[in-house]
């Protein structure tokens, strides 16, 4: 948990200066930190009078990570983080799907999204109907679906995984027949880790793309590789196969994060969206990124005005309502997910 105290700009300025990656928008120069640090105590002060945390994923912007969050992390951590909060009142800047999670785990507290842009590339490409249809015509198969997705999508399913755990789990299922979905590309790596590891399962997947990750190249790794042939590639299992192929280390943001400050190298390209990179930045200022990353609009569209808006107006758009039937068989498939991993 991070305990943000009160801010000056100085402060502030001290601790986003290193950020260079994400072109302007990642840019901070004192000026700009004068203008945030009103926002962030004000936010910060509503926070402690409303009994509200705030959880952020590492792709949302600097100023709102280190000036306003609580809890920041992968939407693994984020999910068990949202369970033990004591605080009644959430507001998650990520992405719907995300704010979705934290409600079906937290039924009693309100879950507010400051996001203006409703939607994620995975998320957004399956219905619960599709998952429907798609179960009549696998009737023996176990239906895996990755934490991007809606609630609707995960009641129909069975088990949900996120990029911390897809593998593992899906190993463990006792089924040799897998659905899993939306995500193309995690799917073909998941068939190729599962082939690596002597499982002989029967893996079928469905055709969403990230629309971040799935512009990475092996090209580009090549390009960085004979330019600085010791940096690491570090990447998120939504890349394609060939990009996870020429990569030194795959892992959800938290466990790139994790690579990066156990690993002695001193130059890193990551590929997943410019959140991490600013993050890591911040926090290991000796270790350098080279080549660039990808702006995700959907995390991008998170401000610290808004965050500010919907702790003092919030609208029925800000707030995440479930239909109590999906809530209820969305946290079966969650409660499936914490039980692989726990036991
Ligand atoms: P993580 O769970 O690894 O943080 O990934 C979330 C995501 O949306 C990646 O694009
Ligand atoms: Fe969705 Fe891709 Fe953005 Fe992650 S980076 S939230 S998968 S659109």
């Known amino acids: 948990m991070i305990v943000n105290n009160h801010f000056t700009p100085e402060k502030l300025y001290q601790t986003l200066q290193n950020v260079r990656v994400g072109g302007t928008v990642c840019k901070y120069t004192l ?34 990570l280190y000036g306003v969050a609580d809890f920041v992390g992968d939407s693994y951590a984020l999910s068990k983080d949202a369970m033990s909060t004591p605080a009644q009142r959430i507001i998650f800047a990520a992405v719907r799907f995300m704010g979705e999670t934290a409600q079906i785990l937290n039924p009693q507290k309100e879950v507010l999204i400051p996001a203006l842009l409703d939607g994620c590339s995975l998320a957004d490409s399956i219905t619960g109907a599709d998952v429907r249809r798609l179960r009549k015509e696998f009737p023996d198969y176990t239906f895996v679906c990755y934490i991007n997705t809606t ?21 463990r299922i006792p089924n040799d027949k897998i659905y899993f ?13 599962l082939k690596k590891r002597g499982s ?14 799935e512009e990475y190249s092996p090209e580009q790794i090549l390009k960085i590789r004979l330019e600085y042939p010791s940096a690491k590639v570090v990447s ?3 890349c394609s196969p060939a990009v996870i192929h020429d990569s030194d280390f795959v892992g959800s ?27 890591l930045e911040v926090e290991f200022p000796d270790k350098k990124l080279v080549g660039s990353c990808t702006l ?10 808004d965050i500010l808006r919907v702790f003092k107006n919030p609208t029925d758009r800000d707030r995440v309502v479930l239909d109590p039937t999906i809530r209820d068989r969305a946290y079966k498939t969650i409660e499936a997910m914490f039980r692989y991993v726990e036991g």
């Open 31 to 64: 000026k700009k930190c004068e203008e945030f640090t009103p926002l962030i105590n004000e936010i910060n002060e509503l926070k402690a009078q409303q009994n509200a945390v705030i959880l952020a994923h590492s792709y949302v912007s600097p100023e709102i």
């Open 151 to 171: 609630a609707e999508v995960k009641a129909e399913s069975d088990v949900c995984v996120t990029s911390a755990n897809v593998y593992d789990i899906v190993e």
């Open 181 to 193: 979905l939306p995500d193309k590309l995690m799917g073909l790596n998941l068939v190729e880790e």
């Open 200 to 213: 002989k399962k029967n893996i079928q997947y469905y055709n969403g793309t990230c629309y971040v990750h």
């Open 236 to 238: 998120h299992p939504e």
């Open 253 to 279: 943001t938290a466990q790139m994060l994790t690579y990066m400050k156990k690993t002695n190298a001193k130059e890193f390209l990551m590929l997943t969206e410019c959140g991490l990179s600013s993050r």
């Open 296 to 305: 995700c609009k959907y995390m991008k569209s998170n401000s610290l005005e």
